[in-house]
DNA sequence: GCCTTCGTCAACCAGATGGTTGACAACGCC
DNA sequence: GGCGTTGTCAACCATCTGGTTGACGAAGGC
């Protein structure tokens, strides 16, 4: 399980093309700093930054080999993000199919099917 | 399917603690402007904020009830967010299991458990 | 009609982000 | 030892973000 840190970290590095676009490659295999700037117009010190904010998410690891340092993908905390979302979906989810079934359709301009805003939190 | 400046939105949206608390308490049921602002010691206008960016990011949707403007949650972007993790999480863990079970074990230092890096882009 | 409640808009501020360039450390090849 | 490669560090800049306060529009209750 993440902390809050960490998934502000984790969701704050997915929320960039640049670096989805570098997970995506990993998904394929390790590849250097270099090679990975080669996908991008930009220097290869920022997509270094870019490696250093994916690494302090928990999404990349890396390692040592000679002068190069290999970039590799680190699937846990991906896992851990679809863990958060899903817990929220899936009962929103739930609510939506078994009141739609119920009514049939709904107004998607003012989707009701569900009881009254439920004020756990009332003033 | 998301754009990708969709994704952007969305994964910026869900990397800050309030944001990701507002979506939590919205999973139980719609809530009003006024409702959210007291789960936290911010502005009522910052929590307006925070839900324009959720909005913008398709993640809630609003309707009207007089002067109230209740937010609901929208599932629907939650899964296409889901959708894009598990494409490169499943494949990532697919490898490491693969290999895993052939090599027995992996130096963490040092992953190799698969191809060496698959340079699409030698310079 | 008046006032209260709900919510947004505008202006402003401190701090973070994403990019640049330039210098430099680490490593291996000759 | 000298050089090319790989990658990072530091300084700097423009823009965005998250928060504030203050004013204001919209909708109902009385």
Redesign the interface.
């Known amino acids: 399980m993440a902390t809050?840190d960490e998934?502000?970290?984790?969701?704050?590095a997915?929320?960039?093309?640049v670096r989805?676009t570098i997970?995506?490659r990993?998904?394929?295999?390790?590849?250097?700093v270099?090679?990975l700037a080669?996908?991008f117009p930009i220097s290869k010190q920022a997509v270094s930054k870019h490696i250093q904010v994916l690494e302090q998410a928990g999404l990349v690891?890396r390692?040592?080999?000679a002068q190069r340092r290999?970039v590799?993908?680190a699937?846990e905390r991906?896992?851990a993000?679809?863990a958060?979302?899903?817990?929220?979906?899936l009962?929103?989810?739930a609510q939506?199919r078994s009141l739609d079934a119920l009514l049939g359709s709904s107004d998607p301009?003012?989707?009701p099917h569900?009881?009254?805003?439920?004020?756990?939190?009332?003033?």
Chains 1, 2 share one sequence.
Not at 7 to 12: Q, S, V, W, Y
Not at 26 to 32: I, K, Q, V
Not at 114 to 123: F, L
């Open positions: 809050e998934l502000d970290r984790a969701f704050l997915l929320a960039d093309p989805r997970v995506a990993l998904s394929r295999g390790s590849a250097t270099n090679e080669d996908l690891t390692s040592r080999d290999p590799h993908l699937p991906l896992e993000l679809t958060w979302i899903d817990r929220y979906r009962v929103r989810e939506y301009g003012a989707p569900h009881a009254p805003p439920d004020k756990e939190h009332p003033s």
